[in-house]
């Protein structure tokens, strides 16, 4: 149970997967005009990071590291995430009709999305159980949903602020992150006393 | 001619024209996240020319083999396979390196930039324009990372190359570490898009976000971009405009430059409110 806290706690508050570790940027810029969008690639994110992390796991730890593959890993996961991708689009839009209405379109995006292939690369590299794998996973998702959320919030804000000609558009939306990621900061001695 | 493809012109725009990192907004997460020094940049740039350049050619050799219709998981499985090339020899010769860059080799197969040159050019054209374009937007990247690298480590560290800067150390200046922590890259990376954006506003006269969309550039951000985003989405009720509705703006404010002015009225009023 501890090692659970610990793992959530420091995926969505410590190491945020957007705000510390840079995954996932290219959706977190584009996506965060308005609360749909951002709530439709989050669902999406969490759900796809859930399912892949299940896949490649085993096809890791069971298949490619016994007979000595581990350095096709790249190429594997990424094959079977695009693959896991298509797979599940067709099941949801079959079974979960209003799950894959909100999480439609941003389906496929997922596929190019760093932060994917990026959280199933750490969870073998931090050599993880399969049950830790899966919380660090659904940490990286739930921190993924926090930052997507908190910076919608601040964007709706920012439309309607005065803002330089100069830093208009991204550039100021690029500093707006820089400042959201400055309070993320604050949480960096947290596990430390609260696990000790 | 206007529209002529010389191999001089495809090399030429991926520096400054289409800079692929402050223009076209591609490969922002290798960019922000291993820029803590200048070194780490320039390696991280390297690695993705040299990544990009061979899958333009094999990608453009390709062109004619490959059915349109499975050609991503096709370039996908091509990118991935040099990407893991790459690590071998990272490994081998330059281990240092491969250390600090660590999970953003592998990541270099996501890097939008060489799906995206993939996607907008290299299938559409020989594989000499292919080389050529390849490493005009590698060197581009490679210069942006640079200067973003440069000026993280300058005022996050105080070295430059793991020099120490003598203005800095000697001065009796403190480094700022905040430059080397997240937050300072966003800051940099935003600091830098203004300028090439002010910078390419001078001097080029045709911008060239005409023939970026998501299609071609998979994971960019730009205005033009956003309205396909925007017109995918499930459409209901009215969407916000960013200008307010004329009557709704109070006298006040209507003219520039009026925004904090309030008349004593209008404060007596809001105090009622509350």
Known sequence: MKTFLIIMLSMVLIDNLVLSRFLGICSFLGLTKSLKNAMGMSIAVIFVMLVATAVTYPIYWNILEPVNLGYLQTVVFILVIAAVVQVLEAIIRKTFPPLYEAMGIYLPLITTNCAILGVMLINIQEIYNFSNAMMSSLGAGVGYTLAMFLFTGVREKMEKADIPPFMEGLPSTLMAASIVSVSFMGFKGVIENLFG | ?274
């Not at chain 2, 291993?34 to 020319?49: D, F, K, L, R, W």
């Not at chain 2, 990009?52 to 219709?69: E, F, G, M, Q």
């Not at chain 2, 940099?188 to 002010?198: D, F, P, R, W």
Request: proline share 7%; hydrophobic share 45%.
């Open chain 2, 1 to 274: 001619m206007v529209n002529k493809k010389t191999s001089g012109r495809e090399l030429v725009k991926g520096i400054i024209k289409e800079n692929p990192l402050f223009v076209l907004m591609l490969g922002t997460c290798p960019a922000l996240a291993v820029t803590t020094s200048a070194a780490n940049g320039v390696g991280m740039g390297i690695a993705a020319t040299a990544v990009l350049i061979l899958s333009n050619l094999v990608i453009s050799l390709l062109r004619k083999v490959v059915p349109d219709r499975v050609r991503i998981p096709v370039y996908i499985t091509v990118i991935a396979s040099l990407v893991t090339i790459l690590q071998f020899l990272l490994e081998a010769y330059l281990p240092e390196l491969n250390k600090s860059l660590g999970i953003f080799i592998p990541l270099i197969t996501v890097n939008c930039i060489i799906l995206g040159r993939a996607e907008a050019f290299a299938r559409n054209y020989g594989p000499w324009l292919s080389i050529m374009d390849g490493l005009g937007m590698g060197i581009g990247f490679t210069i942006a990372l640079l200067f973003m690298g440069g000026l993280r480590e300058i005022l996050g560290f105080g070295t430059f190359f793991d020099m120490p800067v003598p203005w800095i150390t000697e001065g009796g200046l403190q480094p700022m570490m905040i430059f080397g922590l997240p937050a300072g890259g966003f800051a940099i990376y935003g600091l830098m898009v203004a300028i090439t954006n002010s910078l390419t506003r001078k001097f080029y006269k045709r911008q060239p976000l005409e023939t970026m969309d998501r299609v071609h550039y998979p994971g960019s951000v730009s205005p033009s971009t956003d309205a396909i985003y925007e017109a995918t989405e499930v459409y209901d009720g009215p969407r916000p405009s960013r200008t307010p509705d004329p009557s709704a703006v109070p006298e006040a404010l209507k003219e520039p430059g009026m925004l904090v002015t309030k008349t004593k009225d209008e404060e007596d009023e809001s105090e009622d409110a509350k």
